[in-house]
């Protein structure tokens, strides 16, 4: 009888795992699939834009003054863009992921306010701010002769405007992650608030500011909606890479093709560099 229980018990089972196991692969297969399918999703647009275009014809348009006019402003107004955001974000962050105030919740939603506002709106609302006859722009115009719509400067407003939440959400969550304690016994051993925020705090989120900064960078170089409506579009002067694939969509595909080539290997490339310096600060932290 004893005999005849432990062979029972043993095909229960084995009746119980070969199900759980089979259950396990069919997951895997689903999930498999599923990536796979998410990833050819993204990655087909992208290889057919590479296929659309020859790379003699991509060669040649390198050399066309409007891609290299736009090509030069979408690098200098991102850049700037990014720099200003990080100098101004970086201490708005640690503020509000530190301290509670009156009115946090609702600076809080007015700084994430550009994540949802649609870009065409971003740049409506701008040009009333700012441009010439606007509720600030007009005071800056009678007063002091200062124009800033349809200017290169309107360009890095816009940039700032829609691409600053994107910074300041992921630094504020990586100075969220930092261990409070270690604040508190720099603040006890005689550390100032600055010197602490400097050498302890600043090394331990640079992995998460870095990354911020980056999605920054990204956001600005491929703003539109906000810039064309703020800024216009003008060849040298306020022409960024969008803008001039949609005008040259307007008349030449093969141009406009070519010129989206040139952006998604420059942000496949920025992207890649960042990642590099990411894990590298990761480490020497």
């Not at 409506?124 to 290169?152: E, P, W």
């Not at 969220?176 to 100032?192: I, K, P, Q, W, Y």
């Not at 141009?255 to 920025?270: H, M, N, T």
Request: aromatic share 8%.
């Amino acid at each position: 009888m004893s005999g005849d229980s432990n062979q029972e018990h043993k095909c229960i089972g084995r009746a119980v795992a070969i199900p759980s196991r089979s259950r396990e692969i069919a997951l895997k297969a689903c999930l498999g699939l599923l990536l796979t399918l998410a990833m050819a999703f993204i990655a087909l647009p992208v290889i057919a834009l590479f296929l659309r275009s020859p790379l003699d014809t991509i060669l040649g348009t390198l050399h066309d003054p409007v891609v290299i006019d736009a090509l030069r402003l979408s690098l200098m107004t991102s850049t700037i863009t990014t720099f200003t955001v990080v100098i101004m974000g970086t201490p708005i962050a640690y503020v509000s992921a530190r301290f509670n105030y009156w009115g946090k919740e609702l600076a809080d939603s007015l700084i994430d306010l550009p994540v949802i506002m649609p870009p065409a709106v971003a740049g409506i609302a701008l040009l009333v701010a700012f441009g010439r006859m606007g509720l600030v722009g007009h005071y800056l115009n009678t007063t002091f002769g200062i124009s800033i719509a349809f200017t290169t400067l309107a360009v890095i407003i816009a940039q700032v405007f829609v691409s600053s939440p994107f910074y300041i959400r992921q630094a504020r969550t990586s100075f969220e992650d930092v261990d409070l304690s270690l604040e508190n016994a720099a603040r006890t051993l005689g550390a100032t608030r600055v010197y602490t925020f400097i050498h302890v705090i600043l090394p331990i989120a640079m992995n998460g500011l870095i990354s911020g900064a980056i999605m920054a960078f990204a956001r600005s170089l491929g703003e539109f909606g906000a810039t064309i409506m703020f800024a216009g579009n003008f060849q040298g002067r306020t022409q960024t890479m969008p803008l001039a694939i949609y005008t040259a969509m307007q008349g030449d595909l093969d141009v406009s093709l070519c010129l989206s080539i040139i952006l998604v290997a420059f942000s496949f490339v920025v992207i890649v560099s960042v990642k590099t310096l990411t894990r590298k600060v990761y480490k020497r932290c």
